[in-house]
């Protein structure tokens, strides 16, 4: 019996053919959360889009192809919209990106597409190229439509991607447009890493997540919900002739303090618990440790979950943090408040009640920081979230023979995603230490282009 054959077999009874409808309808989110967590950019109308798109200044060389990770041919994409063709217009998109709806609704294309929009030159308001990107593949989607598979035979090779958020979904679409065998692992119940779980509701709802994770899975994609310990491990490496570690970070980094044994959640925790409908308000008093979009995200839900204060504590000055400009005057808008240079120390819990012990912060004249001396002060609060950064899975990572690790990041061949075990791939948050989720898609593709480069087969160029 060959490895194929083995592998299917091994891991037969824990795939499942599709996402339930239970799954992607999300029917513990209730509609008082639903209503409290409306799109924060409502997508355009038909009119609307057409508007905009004929807006578009259709650029030779436009900046805004080379701002995006993922290389979208933009001017195309909008002059198809402008002529009313949606169906083109997706497709054009989907080519470059398989998670364009996603990515047209959580992209800081302030930074990035936009960001580079030749208007800004001519005192004009940027094309709002998200907002057309989300229409034309939504509307292909609400229509039926699927990722187009290209013509190709199929190779007996069997890649595995660990792992199933952006970087591997994007990886397995383009080694299956290929002719490839993939099977994604993953530990837990929902694929799609951080858009399923990890997103705030008012920029990207599971159900998206889950229906673009479907359209992969329709291109044959396998996807087995199983945890890659050592023992797994051997059977993937033994079964398939490649492997994708697209496995993101860890959990969130603890806070340095005496913490109470009550009373705290972390940023990502807190999310997931919303988004899958485990929580469904907030106490009054929230404080949120770390400045970063993640730590943003979760004061902002706590204030639509039902927080009279959420404040958000940062040790720095407000210039020195790591979220996007945009994402701190969204959050202003929210109703959050923001306590700079101010580091918590303790927390305790007295009689049932949080007490987070902070100080104040400067820099010494060497740029060092440090506390201020008799400057401690007490918040009282009902909920701490700490936002502080991911830990890299370190445990997991030294488990693959012959990868090299440099702070917990899996180092690279950038051009092809491989590693120093030729036969390891990798890409996304496990590489790049947190990026964007269009960050990961890019990844994704190029380590696909890498595999197949290296199982001898060229990536087709795709048609149109």
Known sequence: MDAAVRGDIRFTQQRSNEISRDQIVNPSLTSDIAERFPDLHPPFD?????????????????????ACPTHIDVPRFIKKIASGNLVGSARTI?????????????CPVEVLCEGACVMHSRGEKAIEIGRLQRFAVEEYYDSGGKLPLRSRPELHQRIACIGAGPASLACAAELRQQGFGVTIFDKRALPGGLNTYGVAEYKLRASDSLREVQMVRDLGVHFVQREVDPVALEDIERDFDAIFLGIGLGAMNRLEVNEASNGVIDALEFIA??????????????VVIGAGNTAIDAACAAKRLGAINSTIVYRRRQDQMSAFAFEYDHAVREGVRFLWESAPIALRD???????????????????????????????????????????????????????????RVVIDRPTGRTTNPRYFAGGDCVNGGREVVDAVADGKRAARGIAAMLGTRMEAPVG
């Open 94 to 106: 989907l080519e470059a990106n398989v998670l364009g709806a996603s990515c047209g609704r959580v």
């Open 350 to 408: 007295a009689d049932g009640a949080l007490q987070l012990e902070c100080v104040q912060m400067a820099e010494d004249a060497d740029g060092k920081l440090m506390p201020v001396p008799r400057s401690n002060f007490t918040l009282a609060c009902d909920l701490v979230i700490p936002a502080i950064g991911q830990a890299p899975l370190v445990t997991m990572l030294e488990q693959v023979r012959g990868i090299t690790l440099d702070r917990g």
């Open 273 to 286: 618990s919303y988004k899958t409908g485990s929580l469904t308000s907030a106490p009054p008093r929230v």
């Open 46 to 66: 038909s009119r609307q889009a057409s508007v905009e798109a004929h807006r578009c200044l259709t650029c030779f060389d436009a900046p805004c192809v080379g």
